[in-house]
């Protein structure tokens, strides 16, 4: 029974402690108003400005390639193994330069007869040429008939005629053996290899393509919607994703044909000043229209891991990072889709020292 009296008694004893401390807290707050109470870190050398709507470019955004104006696909003309390929993607090449050879066996053993055919036509054409000399003199002499003469005639013209289709088979056949070696036919550089050492090539068979040195071009697909919109010599702006440069010019050619599949056409745009080169990836945005938008300097923006805000201030001066939801950037502005409405108080400059609950030095800066 004393036990049961000496908890009951503790327990008291601790809920008057924490009566007594309560009250002492009462008592040290009384008179102090809620900024006094909690003591906010005081921020300042910012520049802040009030969101307004404003009339923006409405953009089309998509992505395309940088390809050559000139490209060539080497095929093969001959059926065969490919022995042996000298050049790999990426290889600089000069027009004329070796590039693969095919198996030649077949058409060798063609040249080696051509030439045989071609040696006993020139043979027989040399004793119809004699023949007929020593008939022309006899027949001058009126030792022979006219019909004779004629039919020697006749037999010089048959054997000239055989060496002539034996040298045009010669020649064939030197060309078709010519088509195993693989020569570049432009100066330029390998974009694509498609076939190795030990496969097989067939007439028609894609090899390699190279393309020439020369001007680029951005080509992209864009949604048939925007057909009657986008028109030649429309400002456009490019962004290189791999190095972050950019780059404001004109579209070039806009094809209007639509992709069936697709439903979307294509649009080539010039580079301009763009450190291009055949295949790079781009971003495309293209001004098509103007609309009404809120948006704020892109320096405003502070992005937190994955999360991207900004500060803004209320009528006490008290700083909050707000979460935001960004578009479009406009000329070192960017659109903001939610997150703030007109009106709101935004930190533009000295983000760096804004801090999420501090209060702004000197008061509250309109």
């Known amino acids: 029974m004393m036990k049961i009296l000496s908890k009951r008694g503790l327990k008291a004893l601790y809920l008057f402690i924490i009566l007594a401390l309560f009250i002492g807290l009462l008592a040290a707050c009384q008179g102090k108003s809620p900024e006094e109470a909690v003591r906010r870190p005081a921020v300042?050398?910012?520049?802040?400005?009030?969101?307004?709507?404003?009339?923006?470019?409405?953009?089309?955004?998509?992505?395309?390639?940088?390809?050559?104006?000139?490209?060539?696909?080497?095929?093969?003309?001959?059926?065969?193994?490919?022995?042996?390929?000298?050049?790999?993607?990426?290889?600089?090449?000069?027009?004329?330069?070796?590039?693969?050879?095919?198996?030649?066996?077949?058409?060798s053993q063609r040249v080696q007869a051509a030439k045989m055919a071609l040696e006993s036509a020139k043979q027989n054409k040399l004793l119809s040429e004699t023949t007929w000399q020593r008939y022309k003199n006899l027949f001058d002499e009126k030792a022979l008939s006219r019909q004779?003469?004629?039919q020697v005639e006749t037999q010089k013209k048959v054997a000239q005629a055989e060496y002539e289709r034996a040298k045009a088979m010669a020649d064939e056949a030197r060309t078709h053996q010519s088509f195993t070696r693989v020569k570049a036919p432009v100066s330029g550089?390998?974009?694509?290899?498609?076939?190795?050492?030990?496969?097989?090539?067939?007439?028609?068979?894609?090899?390699?393509?190279?393309?020439?040195?020369?001007?680029?071009?951005?080509?992209?697909?864009?949604?048939?919607?925007?057909?009657?919109?986008?028109?030649?010599?429309?400002?456009?702006?490019?962004?290189?994703?791999?190095?972050?440069?950019s780059q404001r010019t004109t579209i070039?050619?806009?094809?209007?044909?639509i992709d069936p599949l697709s439903r979307t056409f294509v649009v080539k745009i010039n580079?301009?000043?763009?450190?291009?080169?055949?295949?790079?990836?781009?971003?495309?945005?293209i001004p098509v229209g103007k609309k009404e938008a809120l948006a704020v300097p892109s320096g405003a923006i502070v992005q937190k891991g994955q999360l991207t805000g900004v500060y803004t201030v209320d009528d006490r001066g008290t700083v909050t990072y707000r979460l935001i939801r960004t578009g479009l950037s406009y000329a070192g502005h960017t659109e903001v889709l939610s997150g703030l409405v007109a009106g709101d108080r935004v930190i533009t400059e000295g983000v760096e020292r804004a801090q999420d609950g501090g209060m702004i030095a000197g008061g509250n800066p309109k």
């Open 44 to 107: 300042e050398g910012v520049k802040i400005v009030t969101v307004a709507p404003s009339v923006v470019d409405e953009v089309y955004e998509t992505t395309g390639n940088v390809r050559s104006d000139r490209e060539s696909l080497m095929a093969s003309r001959v059926m065969g193994v490919v022995t042996s390929v000298f050049v790999q993607e990426g290889d600089a090449v000069m027009a004329g330069q070796l590039l693969l050879t095919i198996d030649d066996r077949d058409a």
């Open 189 to 245: 550089r390998v974009t694509q290899k498609r076939i190795e050492a030990g496969s097989m090539a067939s007439p028609g068979m894609p090899l390699l393509v190279i393309e020439e040195s020369g001007s680029l071009y951005v080509e992209v697909a864009v949604d048939e919607r925007l057909r009657d919109k986008i028109k030649t010599g429309m400002e456009a702006e490019l962004v290189a994703e791999s190095s972050g440069q």
């Open 271 to 285: 580079p301009g000043s763009l450190a291009a080169r055949s295949g790079l990836f781009v971003r495309v945005r």
């Open 148 to 150: 004779e003469m004629d």
């Open 252 to 257: 070039r050619q806009v094809l209007t044909s």
